[in-house]
Every structure is written in C-alpha cells, then in structure tokens.
C-alpha cells in the first residue's frame, strides 16, 4: 500500500450541497410559493441582524434552498437585488470541519472572505470563498451546529 | 383519517437538489479547479450538440455540480457568459415522474420551457422552468434514468 496523500488521510471534507440561496424580494412571499409549487417545506427562519437579512430554510432532502430578503437595501443582499435582480446568490458546501476546510483552501491560494468562522443560520459556523477566486460563484462553507438535523 | 389531499397520496415528487450548474470558459480547468480546491471528484462527462455544452458533472454527496462550458457562443451557455460572466446558472430538483411534475407546475400557473422533455445528462428526462415564473432562478427538472446511482 502507498503512503496516502494529506486528502486521503484525512477523508473528504466536503459532504453535501448544504443549500442553495436565493435572493428574494419578498420572503413570506417566496415561501408560501416554494410550498405551492414545488411541495417544499418551510424548516427554519430567522432574521441575521447583523448580515441584514430575514432569512427562511425549506426543504429539499438532505438540502435546502435558502430563501434570503433584505432588512436594509445597503445590506449585501439588497446591493445583490439593486444589481442583478431576483436569482440564485450562492451555493453552500457542507464540510465536516470548517477549520480544516478554510486551512485547505487558503493552502490551494483561495481568499476567504473572513478570518474566522461566523455564526450562519440556525447557529452553523460560516464562512465565504471570494467569487474573484472561485469562478464568479459566490461559495459558502457551513460547517452546521452539533446535534442539527443534517 | 381524513382524506389525504392530492399531495400527500401521490407523495413528494421533488426529492432533492440533483445538481447546481455553473457556466465555465475553460471545462478542463474547472474540472481540475473542484477537484484541486474541494476535493470533488469527476463523475462524467459528455457534450450535447442539441444544446451547445460541452459538460461535467463533479460528485458533492448525493449531489453535483455541473460544469457547463459552451461550444459556440450563440448557445444558451455562451449568451449566459455574454451577459453575465461566470456563476451560477441554474440549479436542478431531482424528480421521482418528470411528467407528474410538470403537470403540477403547470397546474399552479407555471410555464415550462419544453412542451415534453427532452434528453438530458447521462440520459436523464429534463425540462426547465421559465424563470420570470420562478423569482428569476432557472429550475431544471431531472427524471434520472432507470438504473442511473441516484
Ligand atoms: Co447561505
Ligand atoms: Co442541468
């Protein structure tokens, strides 16, 4: 047997699409037509002072589309909307360890957006790979809150 | 018991986020980039002239993300990288019967890019739906082939 690679030995880390986000206008809007057309459930919702968001999960299997509006138009989803109108914002990579996560890609020469972890929905640690270094794609990192459900 | 409504006999129809599709410049560069930076291994590959992609698809869970690069710049790959640069273009729900699924959606208002599916990735059954009906995300409808992993 060869000598396994640091990626080997460590195991994947990256597990799952965690969800996918989309900016939104109008959240209880968004929601209740998610639910109509498409039979997903509404798991979770809360408002992220900070990011300046009021944000809903709804469920898609193991995943979820993360449905986002703006508390305030200079907020990073209001500037989002301003510029591009209602569509998909981000795509979200569930990792089993966002430190060891964040330590990989910074080694790969990738820019995260912050020095460490933020708090994310339902208490999950965040962060944010800059888009300049990952293909336009804004991709976020959430490593979620021990004893969630995923 | 009261009688079960339409959607709980028939039971959920969308049953996960098959895949999120990003729109590349360079496949081959893209498919070493995932691989490199998130470790997200190369599942298949194909180019389809009917819709002008030359495509991979790169395993996240249960999940993928489909590399989308154009093969002439009048596709709907090439107009998306005209318009907007690289990102996410589109995200794909997982569907158990495509044709139940469309028949829903149509039934709540909402218009479908083809009037019967058409081939897609792997040989699945796909249909899209229109975005101004759809908050401005482009959702794709998989029906997997009999016998594909999912
Ligand atoms: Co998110
Ligand atoms: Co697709």
Chains 1, 2 share one sequence.
């Not at 591009?84 to 060891?100: L, P, Y």
């Not at 933020?118 to 976020?140: I, M, Q, W, Y």
């Amino acid at each position: 047997m060869s000598t396994p690679t640091p990626a080997e030995a460590l195991g994947p880390v990256v597990t799952a699409i965690d969800h996918v986000g989309f900016a939104v206008r109008d959240l209880d809007e968004a929601v209740a037509f998610y639910g109509r057309a498409f039979g997903l459930p509404l798991l979770h919702e809360e408002v992220n002072e900070e990011q300046g968001v009021r944000e809903a999960m709804v469920g898609i299997g193991d995943s979820a589309i993360q449905l986002l509006a703006p508390l305030r138009p200079d907020s990073p989803i209001g500037k989002f909307l301003e510029r591009n109108g209602e569509g998909i914002q981000q795509v979200a990579f569930r990792v089993s360890d966002i430190d060891v996560a964040a330590d990989r890609l910074r080694a790969a020469g990738l820019r995260l957006l912050y020095d460490v972890p933020k708090r994310g929905t339902a208490d999950s640690r965040v962060n944010f790979v800059h888009p300049k270094d990952c293909g336009g794609v804004l991709v976020e990192l959430v490593e979620p809150a021990a004893g969630a459900h995923h």
